[in-house]
Nanobody, 125 residues
Framework: QVQLVQSGGGSVPPGGSLRLSCLAPGRTSDHPKGWFRQAPGKDREFVAGIPSSGTREYYADSVKGRFFVSRDTTNGTDYLQMSNLQPEDTAIYYC???????????????????WGPGTQVTVSS
């Protein structure tokens, strides 16, 4: 079991920006993480992530051009920079690992995967 520590999140008006971070303490080596979100009454959905070092970034269509992922390999922290946030982005955001991506989808394996506790992102005027 790998602990994932999340930080960031909060409440912003439409058009605002936030940055989320996710760290696996003690795991500075490659531990690919992805970002997912779950809005009230909806299933958890993939948002963005980098499945392993050196591979490309993956984004859900709904966030392309607005959200960007990055990874600091010196400390194993993954970041999700969210810009031009809209009310439909309101959700609890989770980081999960290890992130795996296929042609069709990105996911965290069950039951071997690990999840952060989640952080609330609220976009409202």
């Amino acid at each position: 079991q790998v602990q994932l520590v999340q930080s960031g999140g909060g409440s912003v008006p439409p058009g605002g920006s936030l940055r989320l971070s996710c760290l696996a303490p003690g795991r500075t080596s490659d531990h690919p993480k992805g970002w997912f979100r779950q809005a009230p009454g909806k299933d958890r959905e993939f948002v963005a992530g980098i499945p392993s070092s050196g591979t490309r970034e993956y984004y859900a269509d709904s966030v392309k051009g607005r959200f960007f992922v990055s990874r600091d390999t010196t400390n194993g922290t993954d970041y999700l920079q969210m810009s031009n946030l809209q009310p439909e982005d309101t959700a609890i955001y989770y980081c999960g690992a290890p992130l795996k991506c296929s042609v069709r989808d990105c996911y965290v394996p069950f039951p071997s995967g690990n999840w952060g506790p989640g952080t609330q992102v609220t976009v409202s005027s």
